[in-house]
């Protein structure tokens, strides 16, 4: 079945620091990938995606994530982390572009410490 | 450019009652989604349309759930009767084409059922 997993339910990381969230999916061929920061009470808000290419893409509010193919996985990066980095993060992944079906992830809560 | 909108964005309701939630895309949006969100949970999709057809339903629960498009332009979603498990957040989402898939989220409906 195709499925998105994000080992990490809660990360708490100091304002500064690096910080990489973990996704991984399910199925062989290259799917679409994002990721979704959600605010509370916010909808959620695209900070990246790859579709094919440079395997290294580069999003807003300074993430980045890598595509690798050999391990299913689209981890999000950032480098140096603010305060108003936490949120909810969600990984996505389009299977098939026939339908164009997002499936989701169950999130990653990240929490900045001062 | 207005975003996608929702209302109304907080509604609690007794069990057994009906309620309904609507969505405006963003203009020009062909495809319009909505989407399930349980508390601490990814979205799912509850029902897929392009234009005013709905494409995509298999994942609506149709003993209680029903949702329209009549124009292809704005959208329904009802609930009639609601139960307990129904609390939750309801998104909406909306894009351009479906190849290439990026989807643009409204603050979404949290709603509670007593």
């Known amino acids: 079945a195709q499925s998105v997993t994000q080992p990490d339910i809660h990360i708490t990381v100091s304002e500064g620091a690096s910080l990489e969230l973990r996704c991984n999916y399910s199925?062989?061929?290259?799917?679409?990938l994002f990721w979704y920061v959600q605010s509370p009470g916010q909808g959620l808000q695209l900070l990246l995606k790859y579709f094919s290419g440079d395997t290294l893409v580069q999003g807003i509010k300074g993430f980045e994530a890598e595509f690798k193919r050999s391990q299913s996985s689209f981890n999000l990066r950032k480098p140096s982390v603010h305060w108003s980095d936490a949120a909810e993060y969600f990984c996505?992944?389009?299977?098939?572009?026939?339908?164009?079906?997002?499936?989701f992830g169950q999130g990653t809560t990240l929490q900045v410490k001062p | 450019e207005a975003g996608v909108v929702q209302s109304p964005r907080y509604k609690i309701i007794e069990k057994k009652q009906p309620v309904a939630f609507w969505c405006n895309p963003i203009s020009g949006h062909n495809t319009l989604y909505w989407y399930l969100q349980n508390l601490g949970q990814g979205p799912e999709l509850l029902i897929r349309y392009e234009n005013e057809e709905a494409v995509d339903d298999s994942q609506l629960p149709k003993d209680r759930f029903s949702a329209e498009r009549l124009k292809g332009v704005d959208s329904t979603l009802k609930i009639q009767p609601a139960e307990l498990g129904d609390s939750a957040v309801y998104l909406c989402?909306?894009?351009?084409?479906?190849?290439?898939?990026?989807?643009?989220f409204g603050p979404g409906t949290r709603l509670t059922v007593l």
């Open positions: 996505a992944v389009v299977f098939s572009s026939n339908t164009g079906k997002l499936i």
């Open positions: 199925y062989g061929a290259t799917p679409y």
């Open positions: 989402a909306s894009s351009a084409r479906l190849a290439g898939n990026e989807q643009f």
